[in-house]
Structures are given as structure tokens and as C-alpha cells.
């Protein structure tokens, strides 16, 4: 590419667009990208199973925070929400707006993340898109990806099949894509033992999906562990205890939540898996989830009957409801 | 001469041996008639010589017993009748709403039977009569009747039936009566040592004695209670309830003629707080203490006072007459939630606090912790209503259209049902980030539609959306009506002064901690308001200089961060911050989670952090108790705060010029304490007197938790009173937010009268 930075020309579509989707999105995804004579691309599905489509928006500030980028994101967030719910996922669309200016060193960072996070999770990035956004209105870049994935026969995940007694594990810590992000959104320009989780939890779910007693999975991103725990409260109609005694933090997580008045609970994680299993099964779904990958995964949490509400058992033995969380939360304190 | 008449007595007459009285009182008169209930009034007809008819009426209110408090509603000659007796009718059905009388002490004569050797009920802990006893605790229904109480269980013996039908005995109706061969029994649980019945409060005492920590269910749920002055037991409890620093009631025995000989030699007692002490609620009364106290010093750490209880119920005067001197007393809970009621439910929950139980096998229908009461300004006022004050009787200035429920706060909660000009206020519930406490407001809203006969129409909640009532109301499925904090905290001060209208010239001052402020955007935290005008119609006429609240609710809990904030704001450096505060001013200087606030409550925290009183605090008000605690009543240099008008016309008293003067350490700590009160309480004045150019002030009232501190109130009112300026303050009402549930309906009330008068 002969600029170092986006023109508007680059959307035009004309010879710098061509360039720009060539030198940059193309090559810069190899193997996994999207073969560019084709207008609409085959899928290949690798069993024969049900068809699964999701798809998902990336506006995250800043475009590069400590363990990942907005490429990465866009790619572990697509291919989560398939693996999730059961799927292998298989191929992705991505639409690209850049906002004119962008430096065309981070895209092709951007897009480096793309492609390994997309050979992790084994799914190519089939068809895209790009359009530039005049200088000013857009942040930097943002990013939409679509998904297909195919789950098995016989695989059946759904909050209609959770009871009263079932545990809650979760794959890992909580609240480190949060804590990690907003640190480096607001340049804090500290702390370089905090990283985001981003990562593919595929290779977690594909394991688990076929275990007796699994009932269901979520990934706890957007208003984190909390929120899925509140989720589940409404759509089991039982109540949902964690235990704060067992919930994985890591310690500058929490010490950096303390200060800036932050729950981690409430913080989004991008490669952390949630899930419920049937009591029977608990111990060994974890010890697979170990196995596979997961070393600080944990029971958590438990359903109980009552109502239907998200609890946290403090370390003192205290309760605390787990409200859903509000746009912009106000002290409560008089 | 003979006469006739026909009363109509409304008021607390049920559940008190009102009509047994009536009885006794007609009877001795030699007058005939009857007496009978209808709803929540008494009605009776009286005849017989006309003298004795007239001191009838005469005595009937002057000497009615002491828990009645009856109401004359009317009073009409009645034609004679060919009565030959008095009698008292079965009670008649009724749409008018009854009145749930409160748990009360053991009355003297009570009180002389468990102690008389040859009485059926000596030495029994649950002995009680029309004139004492529980009654909110063990309501399940009304009318007020035995099988609607949790009494019911208990079939009455032949000895207990006698009196309860006898209308001359003062048993007479006594619904929860009950003796040692019919009644509840204690149970003492040590580990696997399991003791029923007498020999299981002698086994208590002797817990106590070797410095254990004893749960004891009393009539509104548990208490903890160990020995006061001994350190250790004092401090064990304290790390087992983590509760480092928050001051433990002390409970201590009824001696002595007047009662009070047995607190006399540890506080600082007047004839204010031997009255408030004696009340027949029986209310934790905070009090000064004696420099030579003997209380073990972790009773109060810091503090200047401490709050005081006697003993009110039969078990607790029995269980410190044998102990003979202070027990700590504090609520049988885990931090902030409601106190616990059962057995099962005590000894899981306080399992790692409490080394034994004292259960009995009464059941508790609902909480009430005990209540509080605090001597401001000449008065004894009620910081919290409990046990004994519980349901508190209110009234409202102007009358609701539909009966409606108000769901309070988020701290320090109670709930109010209201319906024509009347408010029940509940007990205290406590801090409702709990489950438990969400669980007790539902049911306590639930009881008291049922008891009452009344179903809410409509529901009003805190403006703020992420409190937990907020929540709560939500799912009620009623219409909602949100009033903004510190509205309802003025409405609750001007609704206790009778005063509803939108068109009144009130300025009350409303300082406490934070509340969701309105009319702005982004919102801000308000504390620290002034409102001019009356219910349904305030305006927001002076506040504080705003600042921030880095790390948003964090700094309720920590007061560095409050003066870490106005030191920044100063472009001062924050000295004993710890190594965090260079994250937090990045937080901070970036807005980040620091919302703008003009809390009062919040300024109080930051001077006590100033002067390294208190970093982090682990009860709410630590920081303000012992800021005032330092002052020793002396009044300080007054610092005069700018006050400039802002662009929204809100005068605004700028706290900046305090900050360097706080942080001078060439002045003693006890004298910077004393100038922040008397600075405060000269802005709070100016502010007063700026108004008053503005506006015609008929009154000047002080509300919101800020005024709980003494030293500050007392100090306002002299001014005021210099001034010939008339101040309204709280008495029944908490001026905390105990009390934004009745300011809630009364500011409701308001808003509906102004909307039909349009
Ligand atoms: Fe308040
Ligand atoms: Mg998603
Ligand atoms: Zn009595
Ligand atoms: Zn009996």
C-alpha cells in the first residue's frame, strides 16, 4: 500500500480499496481469509449437524489493550457465542469501518490478531467488508462479525433443562478483559500484570458439550458473571448462590477494583465460560475443564429453590443481591 | 339527676386492657352500660348520677393505663336505658381500620409477681397482662385476638383461662398471657448440652459469667450479649461479628426505687434520659458516659457516650438481675441485615459469633430491633423505631386519595402504609442490599395490608434506580411513584409538623450522606439541600460546592477518599493516603466513577479523615460521631464560607477555605473539630439569612441523618433562636432515613392534593 494512513479514497471503490482489502485484510489473514474472486462464499460444514448463525459488533476503546485488540475480540467473540451454545463454529463475515486517518500499521496489527485468533478456534473468515468513515465520526475502527457454526446431533443446551441443585463453574477468573480495558482506556499506564482474557473458549466447550449433566453454557462478556447469574435467575426461576469464597479474582483485579469503585463481578471477561451442571456431574466436568485447558476453573455457585433472584454469599458469610446492572451506577450510600 | 352518654374512643385502645378499665372504672362509679369494640375504636355508653357521670368522663382520659392512648372522637347525651349493669359486648365487625399496638415492657406489677416467691409465675420469663408484653411481634391478624397471635399454640391452662375471662383481673383479654404450666419455655444450647425450661437462664448467666457469648431471643429477635466489662468477650465478639469499631448497646439491671440505680454509676444521667431509659418502649437511650465507667473500653472506642437499655421483658429483667451488672446487647444479625428470629435460623447464621443460645419457643412474626433514641436540642428524639415504637402511629397533613405504600430507602430502611390521613410506620429493617432484607420488606408490606385491612393502591420509592426498594417496588405491579430523597426527607419533617401544602413558607435544611438528586443531567448526588415552599411543590434554594466522590459508593466507606477529594480539588496533596491514591486521582481527574456530589454527610467524613480520625470507616457515621465526640459540647472558631449564587439560582456555600485549616496541625485536633461544627452550622445560618432576602421563611427545619449530630443541631438552634427564628425538628419521626418512608406519603399526599385542586 502506498499510504501510511486511510483516505476517504480507500472506501471509493476503486484501486486503493482494492489495496487496501489485498495488502492488508487478504494477506494479512492467509490461510484463514476469504478467497476475493467470489462475491458469496461456500461454507463447508465438516458434519452433518445443526446450522447455528450469531453475529456480533466491536466498538471497544482503545483499539489495543494489554492481551488483545479489537481484531482479536471480534474474531473470540463470534466464535464463543457459537461454541457456547454447542456449535463448532465454521466461518465468519467481517465488516470493517475505519475511520479515515487510521494509521494502516494498526490495521494490519488488527487484522494479524484476526487471523491467529481465527486459526485457534479453526474457522475462516470467508466474505468482508469495508467502508470508511469520514474523519471525526467513527472511533478509529470498528468491527462487525457474523458466524456460522454447526452443532452436533444430540447435543441439547438450554436454561429450560436447569434444576434446583445444579452447580455453577466458571472456566477461570473474573473481570480481567474489564479491569484490563478500562485501565487502558482511560491511559492509566500501570499495571502491566493486567491482561485481557480474550481467547477462544472453544476448545472448553467442545469438550464439555458432549459430558452427562451438562445443561447449559454462556459467556459472561458484557456485565459479567453477574449479569449471567441474574440471567439465569429469571430464566430458571430459581435462585442462584455464588459463593464470593470461591469465585476466582486475581488479586490486582480486585485491588484495582477496590480503588476505583468497580465490582469485578459486573465486568465483562472475553474467554471465560460459564457453566451449569447437573451436582452429579460437577466434579468431573471440572476436572475435564482442568484437563482441557482451564486449571483455575471453580464451582461457583449453586441453584436453589426460592426466589427467583442472584445471591452472593460474602466471605463473611453476609448476603448480597446481585441486581441487574444499571447504565451508569450512582453510589447508594446515605 | 341521672345522665346518659354515648363516647366514641378512638386511638391505641385495643391490646391494652382499655375496656377492663372501662369496666372497673364504670363499676366503681356505680354506673351502668356497656362497652364494646368496633374496628379500631371503642365505643361505650354510659349512664347513672350525673356527677359520676362527669368524673367518669373525666377520669376515663386522665387515668386510662399507661400503654392506651385514646382519642375522644365524640361524646353525645344519650336517651337513659334500662341497664342495671355495666358489661362488656362481644366485639362487633367493622370497616374502621384497627390500630396494632406495639411490644412493650413488663409492667410493675408483673415485675413484682415473677419476684414473689408464692406467685404461679415466679421467676417465669414470659409472664405479661393487658399492660405489658409483645403484641407487633406476634400479631398474625386482627382483630386482636389470641388465636390470630403466635400465642396460639399455647392452649391456656385452667388457672390462665380464669383470669383471661375474669373482667375484674388485669389479665382480663391479656391475649399472649401465659405461666409456667401453659406457656413458652427456654431452651439453653451449649454445643451438644441442651437444657429446656427454668434451670436453662441460670445456665445463661453462668455462660455469661465465664466470658461466653450468649444468643438470646428476646421479643423482637435475637440479641448477642456478653459481659461489658470484660475486655476480652467485649473483644472476641467484635472480631467474630466483624464489627471493629461500631459502639454496642449495654443493657443493664432495673434497680432501685426509681429504677435507675443501676445505671446511674456508669453515665452521665439527667431526669431527660431517666424518663426516655423508663418509657415504657424500653429504647436503646445513647447517653454520656462517666469518665470512670468500667465498661470494658471496647464497648465504645473513641466515643463519648453510649447507648443504654433496661431491661424489657420479663427474661431480660430476670437474666440481669442474676448477672447483677452491664450486659452488651447487641442485635443477633450479620452486618446491616435484619435481626434473626428463629431458632434454626440463629444457629446457622451466628454460628461463628455466638458461643451458646438461649432460645425460647415463642414465635416471632416480624422483626424489631430495638430502638434508639438520642437527647438533641432538649429533646428527646428517635433515631430508629423498634421494639416498643413499632408500628409507629403517624398522621398525615393531608390525606392521601388511595391507600398507598412507600418503600423508604436503601439505608437503615422502614416501610410505611398509608390510607386517608394515617401512616403505620414498620419497625427498622435494615440496609437492604441483603436478601433477607428484601425478603422482611416484602413480608412486613404484606402484614401490614393484611392486619390493617387495607391493599395499596399505589407504591412510592426512593427516585434513585438502583436501590433495592426501587427494585422491589418495581415488581409490585402498581403504579409507581418516585420521589426524590431528599424531598421525601423535608415532606417527612414538614408532614410531622402537620404542615402539607405546597404553598407553605418552610426552609429545611436536608444534610445526610448521598440521594439520587433530580432535574439534572447527569444527576448528582444531593446532601447537603436547602428547600424552600412545602410538600409537593420544594425548591431547591441553596446547596454546598459540589465535589467528587472518587470511586463512587467506595467513598461512602472510606473518608480518605472524600478528603482526598477536596485537598485535590484545592490542588492540595493528600498526605495520609495510602499508596492507592495515586490510581484514585487518575480516577479522579478523569471523572472517572467520581460522581459530583454536595453531601453534607460526605463533607463531615472528609474533616474527620483531615484529621486523621478515620482513613477507612467500618459503620456508617463513624467518621461525624467522632468528630462530634472530640468536640466535648465546646463551641469552635467559626470560618465564614462564601456563599455565591451559581447559574441555576442556588445559593451555594463554598467548604474550601476549612480545608487548609483542617489539615493545621499547629492547632489542637479537639479545637479544628470544634471550629468544623461551628463553621458548618454559621453557613447553614448565612444560608438562612441569604433566603430570607428572598423569600418569606415562616419556619427553619432541620432534617436528614447529618442532624443526628448534637453538637451541630444545638448549635444552629441557639443561633436561630437568637434570630427569633422558629426551627422544626424531628421527634417521633427518624430524622434519618428511618423516616423517608412517611415523608414519601406525605409528599405523595401533596402532590395529589395540588394535581385535583387543578
Ligand atoms: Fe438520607
Ligand atoms: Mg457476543
Ligand atoms: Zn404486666
Ligand atoms: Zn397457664
Known sequence: MEHSHILLAHGNGGRFMRELIREVFAQGLGDVGPDTQLDAAPVRLPFAGELLTTTDGFTVQPLEFPGGNIGSLAVHGTVNDLAVAGADPVSLTLNAFIEEGTEVALLRRLVAAMAAAAREAGVRIVAGDTKILRRGEGGGVYLATAGIGVRPAGVKLSMDLIQAGDAILVSGPVGDHGTAVMLAREAFGLRGDLRSDAASVWPLTRVLRAMPGVRFMRDPTRGGIATVAHELAQASGLQVRLWASQLPVREPVRAVCDIVGYDPYYLACEGRVVVVVAAAQAQAVLAQLSAAGAPEAAIVGVFETGPKQAIVETHLGGERLLLELEDDPLPRIC | MKKAVTLVLAGRVQGVGFRPYLYRLAHSLGLVGEVWNEGGQVRLHVQGDTPAVEQFQRRLMQEAPPLAQPVLVSATAAPLSLATDFTIVTSQPSQTAPYLPPDLFCCDECLQEIADPGARRYRYPFTNCTQCGPRYTLIAGLPYDRSRTSMAQFPLCKACLAEYQNPLDRRFHAQPLACPACGPQLTWQYGSEKIIGESALTQAVAGLQQGLIVAVKGVGGYHLLCDARHAPAVETLR????????????????????????????????????????????????????????????????????????????????????????????????????????????????????????????????????????????????????????????????????????????????????????????????????????????????????????????????????????????????????????????????????????????????????????????????????????????????????????????????????????????????????????????????????????????????????????????????????????????????????????????????????????QDGRRSVQARAALWHSSMAAALVAQVEQIQKHYPVSAVGLTGGVFQNRHLTQQVAMHLAQRGIALLLHEQVPMNDGGLAYGQLVELAARQQQHAQQ
Not at chain 2, 608 to 637: H, N, R, T
Open chain 2, 239 to 662: 472480631q467474630r461479628k466483624q464489627r471493629p469499631h461500631k459502639p454496642l448497646a449495654v443493657m443493664l439491671p432495673q434497680l432501685g426505687a426509681d429504677g435507675l440505680q443501676g445505671v446511674a454509676a456508669y453515665v452521665k444521667l439527667s431526669e431527660p434520659y431517666g424518663r426516655a431509659l423508663l418509657d415504657p418502649s424500653r429504647p436503646i437511650v445513647l447517653i454520656p458516659l462517666k469518665p470512670d465507667h468500667g465498661f470494658a473500653p471496647g464497648v465504645a472506642p473513641g466515643l463519648d457516650e453510649v447507648g443504654i437499655m433496661l431491661p424489657y421483658s420479663p427474661l431480660h429483667h430476670l437474666l440481669l438481675q442474676e448477672w447483677g451488672g452491664p450486659l452488651v446487647a447487641t442485635s443477633g444479625n450479620l452486618s446491616g441485615e435484619p435481626v434473626l428470629l428463629d431458632a434454626q435460623a440463629a444457629e446457622q447464621r451466628l454460628a461463628g459469633v455466638a458461643d451458646a443460645f438461649l432460645h425460647h419457643n415463642r414465635p416471632i412474626l416480624r422483626p424489631a430491633d430495638d430502638g434508639v433514641v438520642r437527647l438533641i436540642a432538649g429533646k428527646v428524639r428517635r433515631l430508629r423505631v423498634g421494639r416498643g415504637s413499632a408500628p409507629l402511629e403517624l398522621t398525615l397533613p393531608q390525606p392521601l386519595l388511595q391507600p398507598s405504600l412507600a418503600l423508604g430507602g436503601q439505608m437503615k430502611n422502614c416501610v410505611a402504609l398509608g390510607w386517608a390521613a394515617r401512616v403505620v410506620l414498620s419497625a427498622h429493617i435494615g440496609e437492604m442490599a441483603s436478601p433477607r432484607s428484601a425478603q422482611v420488606l416484602t413480608q412486613v408490606c404484606d402484614d401490614l395490608q393484611t392486619i390493617h385491612g387495607i391493599q395499596a393502591q399505589q407504591v412510592a420509592h426512593d427516585a434513585h434506580p438502583g436501590y433495592t426498594t426501587t427494585r422491589l417496588a418495581k415488581g409490585m405491579g402498581k403504579p409507581l411513584i418516585a420521589v426524590a430523597h431528599h424531598h421525601a426527607h423535608a415532606s417527612a419533617l414538614a408532614g410531622e409538623h402537620g404542615i402539607g401544602g405546597g404553598d407553605a413558607k418552610l426552609l429545611l435544611f436536608t444534610w445526610d450522606g448521598t440521594g439520587m438528586g433530580v432535574g439534572e443531567y447527569p444527576a448528582t448526588l444531593w446532601g447537603g439541600e436547602a428547600f424552600y415552599g412545602g410538600p409537593g411543590a420544594w425548591q431547591r434554594v441553596a446547596s454546598m460546592r459540589p465535589f467528587r466522590l472518587p470511586g463512587g459508593e467506595q467513598g461512602g466507606r472510606e473518608p480518605w477518599r472524600i478528603a482526598a477529594s477536596l485537598c485535590w480539588t484545592m490542588q492540595r496533596p493528600y498526605p495520609h493516603a495510602p499508596e492507592a491514591a495515586a490510581l484514585l486521582h487518575k480516577a479522579w481527574s478523569k471523572g472517572m466513577n467520581s460522581p459530583w456530589s454536595s453531601a453534607v454527610g460526605r463533607l463531615f467524613d472528609g474533616a474527620a479523615a483531615l484529621l486523621g480520625l478515620v482513613q477507612k470507616s467500618s459503620f456508617e457515621g463513624q467518621g461525624p460521631f467522632l468528630l462530634e465526640s472530640l468536640c466535648e459540647g465546646q463551641p469552635g472558631e467559626v470560618i465564614p464560607l462564601p456563599l455565591t449564587l451559581d447559574s441555576q439560582s442556588i445559593w451555594r456555600s463554598d467548604w474550601s477555605a476549612l480545608v487548609p485549616v483542617l
